[in-house]
């Protein structure tokens, strides 16, 4: 699990394309709903919730994200800012904090919480180093899966409401991010962050 | 909850002009009148807080039937459509509606979480890459603060479940109010931390405010008002809730602390930022976020006068605000810009003129707008706290949005139309744009006379709410 994680958050963190990237994202909710599915209580209501966050998460989210970049191909360049080494210790640096907060008296009580700050850490490293809008959405779909794996291991049981508004969340994130994305193409043929200058002061 | 989006999209499903354009303002109409059907089911905070968002959500949605024939870069997307536009007004409405009559931390969540959906795309309405930009902006940082305030309330939930309470219980707070447990206070307050950087981040507290002054100053002028009159708003109420609870499990110091000092330095930079602004819209965001500042700062100075002086801030800025952005969209009507170096001679423009006036009158503080009750009675609270630090920082930023204000005024409203300032074609305001117009200019005035009323209505309710926070 650990492997996968690390592998998982070093995926997003380091590599340069999307299609990398989105396999990171994969590996990172797969992992998240298999660590949260013994909270998942026997009643039929939270194994069908499940069920659809698992569809929406792992099905819809990539196979839209996919589409999205075959349409059009200079999404996939994700115009990372800092050289491949910088981004590789980047998240070096995230896994050991990850592991000083494990230990951490104060988080002691939480399970996981390794996982879940390594996690957290590599979605919003996420948002930073790459210049490419599509990465902002992978970045929100990681801070999801983040979630996915906080919700349990903190409460156990909690509302299914939230796991259901969780996973909305993402696939806000993605039907918003795409669709703005799409009317940015209209005006401007990249998808750089550099593009949202206009706007300061 | 769900009555002002159905009620939108059936509207929006008549064929011919008139009754579409007849039932969307009888919607709205039964929208201001929906909180009727929650008194005595929800508590006095949810009560208040839900008049204001029916109401404003009725006036915006008036404004909006009267203005949408103007240029709003219809088409220049694919959710640039009127009906699309109405339709997602009322998610937007429906969305604060959940947030402000939840009962617990995660419905809560999910309401204000759930604005972001609609509030995207109308940000963005116009289409044009300033737009889009700010709908992104917007976005993502809303995203990763809800992100964060969710975390937090799983903490909440995971310290007062370790406590004793079930798990189905741990995330309401009347619940937590009722039966105080003894939690473990780092992670509570860590919890608290993150809260308030989540609700924070929606009511654009400085430093997570980057996305505020964007997406109102891009925003139709109608969509700005509910987003600076009640998205801002029903966030700050996130955070009286928060502190609420903060304040039964033994955190309410560090909270309020929070508070205090991220309040006085929203009304600082707010302040500072305000000098330097050309574009009306713009100046009026960064006036929002003064005004979040004295609420917060309101709050930290804590009850009974700090809390009260917050409280009665908020609803009196939820009505003065939209009147400003109301006032900026008709007079973007006239002279098609919003550039301060291009708007002079106002007050020659009759209604949009007074309306401009009263509005920047009233967020100046000045009587007999109610904000100039609220900001007297929460630096009288300052006082009586001691905290100078906070109270100082404050009031240095609230002179400086005064002077800002003045300057704005004086050069905008006073003079004559110069050989630059070349109108537009003639476009007259629509009567719907002025009956909304000045109804929240009216009720805003109503709200400033009424504290010197003995037993007024809203005192009432607000110290039942006291009652609650104390």
């Known amino acids: ?201 | 909850m769900a009555a002002p989006l159905v009620s939108a999209f059936l509207a929006g499903l008549l064929r011919h002009p008139g009754p579409r354009r007849a039932a969307r303002a009888s919607a709205a109409i039964f929208t201001a009148l929906l909180p009727f059907a929650v008194v005595g089911e929800v508590d006095a905070l949810s009560l208040i807080f839900c008049v204001l968002v029916c109401v404003l959500s009725a006036a915006a949605t008036i404004f909006s039937i009267g203005s949408f024939p103007v240029d709003w870069g219809v088409g220049k997307a694919a959710w640039s459509r009127k009906p699309v536009y109405f339709v997602l007004l009322g998610a937007f409405t429906s969305a604060m509606l959940v947030a402000v009559l939840a009962d617990n931390f995660a419905t809560l969540w999910l309401g204000i979480s759930a604005t972001t959906v609609a509030t995207a795309f109308l940000v963005g309405f116009n289409g044009e890459s300033a737009a889009l930009e700010a709908a992104w902006k917007y976005l993502v940082l809303c995203s990763v603060g809800l992100a964060l305030a969710l975390l937090g309330i799983f903490c909440l939930a995971h310290a007062v479940s370790a406590a004793g309470l079930r798990s189905g219980d741990t995330t309401t707070w009347s619940l937590i109010a009722r039966r105080p447990v003894v939690v473990d206070l780092g992670i509570t307050r860590f919890a608290f931390a993150l809260m308030f950087i989540g609700f924070g981040t929606k009511a654009g507290l400085v430093p997570m405010h980057a996305w505020l002054p964007d997406a109102h100053s891009k925003a139709p002028a109608p969509i700005s008002a509910l987003l600076s009159g009640l998205l801002t708003t029903c966030a700050s109420y996130g955070v009286i809730r928060t502190l609420g609870v903060a304040s039964v499990l033994g955190a309410g110091d560090l909270f309020r602390a929070f508070l205090m000092w991220f309040g006085a330095i929203s009304i600082f930079i707010a302040g500072l930022l305000m000098l330097s602004q050309r574009d009306l819209k713009r100046f009026l965001a960064y006036s929002t976020i003064e005004h979040m500042g004295i609420v917060a700062l309101g709050l930290g100075f804590g009850a009974p006068w700090g809390t009260l002086g917050a409280l009665f801030h908020l609803i009196a800025h939820a009505f003065v605000k939209p009147g400003a952005f109301f006032a900026t969209g008709l007079l973007q009507r006239e002279y098609g810009t919003t550039q301060l170096g291009a708007l002079h001679g106002v007050l020659r423009k009759g209604a949009t003129g007074h309306f401009m006036l009263s509005s920047l009158t009233g967020l100046a503080g000045m009587p007999p707008f109610p904000l100039f009750f609220s900001e007297l009675v929460i630096m009288y609270a300052g006082v009586r706290a001691h905290a100078w630090g906070p109270l100082i920082a404050g009031m240095i930023g609230l002179l400086l949005a005064f002077v800002a204000i003045t300057r704005v005024a004086l050069d905008m409203l006073a003079g004559t139309l110069r050989a630059g300032d070349a109108l537009r074609e003639k476009k007259p305001a629509d009567r719907m744009e002025i009956t909304a117009t000045a109804f929240v200019l009216a009720c805003a005035c109503a709200i400033g006379v009424t504290p010197w009323i003995p037993f007024g209505a809203h005192w009432f309710a607000l110290g039942r709410i006291l009652e609650y926070l104390r």
């Open chain 1, 1 to 201: 699990m650990l492997i996968i994680l690390l592998l998982a958050g070093a995926l997003l963190v380091v590599s340069a394309s999307t299609r990398l990237m989105l396999l990171g994202y994969m590996m990172l909710a797969s992992t998240a709903c298999m660590m949260s599915f013994p909270a998942v209580t026997g009643s039929a209501v939270s194994i069908g919730l499940f069920v659809i966050i698992l569809l929406v998460k792992l099905g819809a989210v990539p196979a839209g994200i996919l589409s999205f970049v075959r349409k059009h191909p200079q999404a996939d360049d994700l115009r990372s800012s800092g050289s491949v080494p910088a981004r590789l210790l980047l998240t070096i640096a995230f896994a050991i904090l990850a592991r000083m907060v494990s230990h951490a008296p104060l988080f002691a009580s939480i399970e996981n919480s390794g996982f879940i700050t390594f996690t957290l850490l590599c979605s919003l490293g996420t948002l930073l180093v790459h210049r490419n809008l599509l990465s902002h959405v992978l970045g929100l779909l990681a801070l999801g899966a983040a979630i996915t794996l906080a919700g349990p291991a903190l409460v156990p049981g909690f509302p299914a409401t939230i796991e259901l508004g969780v996973s909305f969340d993402a696939l806000v994130a993605v039907f918003i991010g795409l669709a703005l994305m799409r009317a940015f193409l209209k005006n401007t043929s990249v998808l750089d962050v550099e593009n949202l200058r206009e706007l300061h002061g």
